[in-house]
């Protein structure tokens, strides 16, 4: 069992930049593959970014690629990403969310993630 808890979340102005932090329970965080997904009101929840159990390889939705980085602190079972030049597209709530991997490759189907947390508002003013 993995319990995840987002933080970081506020009001930013367009342009500005936001870390997320999502903290881990248990012992076996460097087990997990990682990742951040997002929800507008009155859109689907979507794909943001993923990293891999070991931190090796990462991958980013189109929409954020070249401005959002993520990465992870194994021992101290911590998820980042970090959000650059935002857009008032970006307002959404965020989540992170965990499945258990032990390759290199990861998931960007919300289904294949086991554990999410609660969730950070993200507010970009234009």
């Known amino acids: 069992q993995v319990q995840l808890v987002e933080s970081g979340g506020g009001l930013v102005q367009a342009g500005g930049s936001l870390r997320l932090s999502c903290a881990a329970s248990g012992r076996t965080f460097s087990s997990y593959a990682m990742g951040w997904f997002r929800q507008a009101p009155g859109k689907e929840r979507e794909f943001v970014a993923a990293?891999?159990?070991?931190?090796?390889?990462?991958h980013y939705a189109d929409s954020v690629k070249g401005r959002f980085t993520i990465s992870r602190d194994n021992a101290k079972n911590t998820v980042y990403i970090h959000m650059n030049s935002l857009k008032p597209d970006d307002t959404a709530v965020y989540y992170c969310?965990?499945?258990?991997?032990?390759?290199?490759?990861?998931?960007?189907?919300?289904?294949?993630?086991?554990?999410w947390g609660q969730g950070t508002q993200v507010t970009v003013s234009s």
């Open positions: 990293i891999s159990s070991s931190g090796s390889s990462t």
């Open positions: 969310a965990a499945y258990l991997s032990g390759t290199r490759f990861v998931k960007a189907d919300a289904g294949t993630y086991d554990y």
